[in-house]
Nanobody, 123 residues
Framework: QLQLVESGGGLVQPGGSLRLSCTVS????????IGWFRQAPGKEREGVSC????????YYGNTDKGRITTSRDKAKNTVYLQISRPKPEDTAVYYC????????????????WGQGTQVTVSS
């Protein structure tokens, strides 16, 4: 069974930097995408970014482009989410999930999810 484990969350000061990791063990046949989601208090979960495992192509929302970067290290089976100049509104639980493909910044056909990692941006 595929497993995803997020790490790297915690308390971050506004304007600092933050990098989250999603370590993936296993692979669902035919599934080629890992997506990052977040859920802020009192809000619905939203897709943040998506990356194709096969070629590293990344997708973001328009409002986050340039501030959020997703990358992968194939040797470590790890996908990263880097947030530059984090803002208080980035406070959320961040999840990664595997899926069949990227539909823009949202991974489609989610299969397995990580347990989530809390990010709090506050001074």
């Amino acid at each position: 069974q595929l497993q995803l484990v997020e790490s790297g969350g915690g308390l971050v000061q506004p304007g600092g930097s933050l990098r989250l990791s999603c370590t993936v063990s296993g692979r669902t046949p035919g599934y080629d995408a890992i997506g990052w989601f977040r859920q802020a208090p009192g809000k619905e979960r939203e897709g943040v970014s998506c990356i194709r495992r096969s070629d590293g192509t990344t997708y973001y929302g328009n409002t986050d482009k340039g501030r959020i970067t997703t990358s992968r290290d194939k040797a470590k089976n790890t996908v990263y989410l880097q947030i530059s100049r984090p803002k208080p509104e980035d406070t959320a639980v961040y999840y990664c999930a595997d899926g069949a493909k990227c539909r823009g910044r949202v991974v489609a056909g989610q299969d397995f999810w990580g347990q989530g990692t809390q990010v709090t941006v506050s001074s």
